[in-house]
């Protein structure tokens, strides 16, 4: 059956692509903008206020939330890295106190999928990362932990929520793997660092998928792993997308040279982590792009 689905963010990478892909297998869409109301399927909200109008939720089976502005939009600075966890927090807890006062007066609860990211764990190395494992200690695990407790009121109410960690999104229209793709093509890409950190990457095609599969089993509740299970280190997903593009990966880019550039959120580019997706594998979940081979494939196609 069709859903009615809600989507925070919709105009962003990851939102744009889900509302394309709800809406191509027949569900409807509210789109929530902050910005006055143009089209018929958008309600105006206030995320930074925490005005979001209860009647913006009429008939809604589930609402996704991927509101905040981007990590790695600009260099990080004292008031930009305030933005980035305001961004977040202000918006989950609008939309999670929103779900709590309307879940005592509706007969069902409406299924929330918020966003998370994997950078709750922190620098990890080798270790393996489950959906049970503790947080680590940097400033963007702080934010994550807080972003993610945003959704208590929700939780506490009753609703079923759902938080998506995801991990690195593979895609050329943005995040880590759009300029990797553009020195890749220069022959001007290879390791990062050392080379040695796990990135726990997932492609577009398979982060839209999660989050539908979450929106389809709302019995799916907590955190939830989006990366792919065929972990890699940097190194190799550089070579392998070296490869897919007739490239080579061989110019490093120490940290030092990192930081120059690009400033403190050098690091957690060069952070490891180990990460599997065990909530989704148990689930039934099937990755479109479970290999690294045919996910540089299609990353090189696009």
């Given at each position: 059956?069709?859903?009615?689905?809600?989507?925070?963010?919709?105009s962003?990478?990851?939102g744009?692509?889900?509302?394309?892909?709800?809406?191509?297998?027949?569900?409807?869409?509210?789109?929530?903008v902050?910005?006055?109301?143009?089209?018929?399927?958008?309600?105006?909200?206030?995320?930074?206020?925490?005005?979001?109008?209860p009647?913006?939720?009429?008939?809604?089976?589930?609402?996704?939330?991927?509101?905040?502005?981007?990590?790695?939009?600009?260099?990080?600075?004292g008031?930009?890295?305030?933005?980035?966890?305001?961004?977040?927090?202000?918006?989950t807890?609008?939309?999670?106190?929103?779900?709590?006062?309307?879940?005592?007066?509706?007969?069902?609860p409406v299924?929330?999928?918020?966003?998370?990211?994997?950078?709750?764990?922190?620098?990890?190395?080798?270790?393996?990362?489950?959906?049970?494992?503790?947080?680590?200690?940097?400033?963007?695990s702080g934010?994550?932990?807080?972003?993610?407790?945003?959704?208590?009121?929700?939780?506490?109410?009753?609703?079923?929520?759902?938080?998506?960690?995801?991990?690195?999104?593979?895609?050329?229209?943005?995040?880590a793997?759009?300029?990797?793709l553009?020195?890749?093509?220069?022959?001007?890409?290879g390791?990062?660092?050392?080379?040695?950190?796990?990135?726990?990457?997932?492609?577009?095609?398979?982060?839209?998928?999660?989050?539908?599969?979450?929106?389809?089993?709302?019995?799916?509740?907590?955190?939830?792993?989006?990366?792919?299970?065929?972990?890699?280190?940097?190194?190799?997903?550089?070579q392998?997308?070296?490869?897919?593009?007739?490239?080579?990966?061989?110019?490093?880019?120490?940290?030092?040279?990192?930081?120059?550039?690009?400033?403190?959120?050098?690091?957690r580019?060069?952070?490891?982590?180990?990460?599997?997706?065990?909530?989704?594998?148990?689930?039934?979940?099937?990755?479109e792009?479970p290999?690294?081979?045919?996910?540089?494939?299609?990353?090189?196609d696009?």
């Open positions: 059956m069709s859903k009615r689905v809600a989507v925070a963010g919709s962003g990478l990851i744009g692509a889900l509302c394309r892909h709800l809406l191509g297998r027949g569900d409807q869409i509210v789109r929530l902050r910005r006055p109301a143009a089209a018929p399927d958008e309600v105006r909200w206030s995320p930074s206020s925490g005005y979001l109008p009647d913006a939720l009429a008939g809604v089976d589930a609402l996704v939330n991927l509101a905040g502005i981007g990590i790695n939009a600009r260099r990080w600075t008031a930009h890295k305030a933005a980035i966890e305001r961004s977040r927090v202000d918006a807890g609008a939309v999670a106190q929103t779900l709590a006062r309307l879940q005592e007066r509706m007969q069902r299924r929330l999928v918020n966003a998370s990211a994997v950078g709750f764990y922190g620098d990890r190395g080798d270790e393996v990362l489950t959906e049970a494992s503790h947080g680590g200690a940097d400033f963007l934010v994550v932990a807080r972003w993610e407790d945003a959704t208590r009121p929700a939780t506490a109410a009753g609703v079923p929520v759902a938080v998506i960690r995801s991990g690195l999104v593979m895609t050329p229209d943005g995040g793997f759009r300029p990797l553009r020195l890749t093509r220069l022959g001007l890409a390791p990062l660092g050392s080379g040695r950190q796990w990135w726990p990457w997932i492609t577009l095609v398979d982060e839209v998928r999660a989050i539908t599969h979450l929106l389809d089993h709302p019995e799916l509740t907590g955190p939830v792993n989006a990366a792919a299970p065929e972990p890699h280190r940097q190194q190799e997903i550089a392998a997308l070296a490869g897919a593009l007739h490239r080579i990966a061989l110019v490093p880019a120490p940290r030092p040279a990192l930081r120059l550039v690009i400033g403190e959120f050098a690091d580019i060069l952070d490891s982590q180990l990460v599997e997706p065990q909530q989704l594998l148990a689930s039934g979940f099937t990755f792009h290999d690294l081979a045919s996910a540089v494939t299609w990353l090189a696009r």
